[in-house]
């Protein structure tokens, strides 16, 4: 299992933009599931985005369009690329990577305001 840090959260006013970055301590190259959820407050976690195997992607349909999940290689590192941001996007960001034993984050916070 690695061990993922996430980064990137912050305050942003709405359609502004935010890169979040998931550095995982080994090597990514052979874990196809890695993704992103969210959690808001008083709310359950949500998928966000997410590899799901041969380069293919998948996102919430409330992020489609606006989100962009992409991953190095090389760097051992997994980005989601936020844009056209919405209030409705606040929560705790985490990264995850694996299936059966899973490894996540710590989370980032990100904050839209209105």
């Known amino acids: 299992q690695v061990q993922l840090v996430e980064s990137g959260g912050g305050l942003v006013q709405a359609g502004g933009s935010l890169r979040l970055s998931c550095a995982a301590s080994?090597?990514?190259?052979?874990?196809?599931?890695m993704g992103w959820y969210r959690q808001a407050p008083g709310k359950q976690r949500e998928l966000v985005a997410r590899?799901?195997?041969?380069?293919?992607?998948d996102y919430a349909d409330s992020v489609k369009g606006r989100f962009t999940i992409s991953r190095d290689n090389a760097k051992n590192t997994v980005y989601l690329q936020m844009n056209s941001l919405k209030p409705e996007d606040t929560a705790v960001y985490y990264c995850y990577a694996g299936v059966i034993l899973r490894s996540w984050g710590q989370g980032t916070q990100v904050t839209v305001s209105s």
């Open positions: 590899f799901i195997g041969g380069g293919n992607t």
């Open positions: 080994g090597s990514i190259s052979s874990i196809n599931a």
